[in-house]
């Protein structure tokens, strides 16, 4: 059993930055396509940036040269660095294990807020 927990979410003003970050419990994180999806209320889950075990990357259009996804394979950690954020990217940040480039995995973190508003 894979368990993913979130941290690093918070209140930022727009043109602001976060760091998530999502630890991996269990012995096979660095096989795993790691992802980060977010959910704003009223709104499907969108897939925001996937790294796979082999260092590919797929990004969200919205989110490209703003946002940057890597892994610490020895500490068992994906990160989301978020930069020149905007009140659209308000949401529930969620890490995803499992998954592929274009879809996700069936283990999931409990997701953390993030707010951008002034």
Do not use: H
């Not at 368990?3 to 630890?23: D, I, K």
């Not at 610490?72 to 308000?90: G, H, I």
Request: glycine residues 12%; positive net charge.
């Amino acid at each position: 059993q894979v368990q993913l927990v979130e941290s690093g979410g918070g209140l930022v003003q727009p043109g602001g930055s976060l760091r998530l970050s999502c630890a991996v419990s269990g012995s096979f994180f660095s096989l795993y396509a790691m992802g980060w999806y977010r959910q704003a209320p009223g709104k499907q889950r969108e897939l925001v940036a996937v790294k796979t075990s082999d260092g590919r990357t797929n990004y969200a259009n919205s989110v490209k040269e703003r946002f940057t996804i890597s892994r610490d394979n020895a500490k068992n950690t994906v990160y989301l660095q978020m930069n020149s954020l905007k009140p659209e990217d308000t949401a529930v940040y969620y890490c995803n294990a499992g998954g592929g480039l274009y879809d996700s995995g069936s283990s999931w973190g409990q997701g953390t807020q993030v707010t951008v508003s002034s």
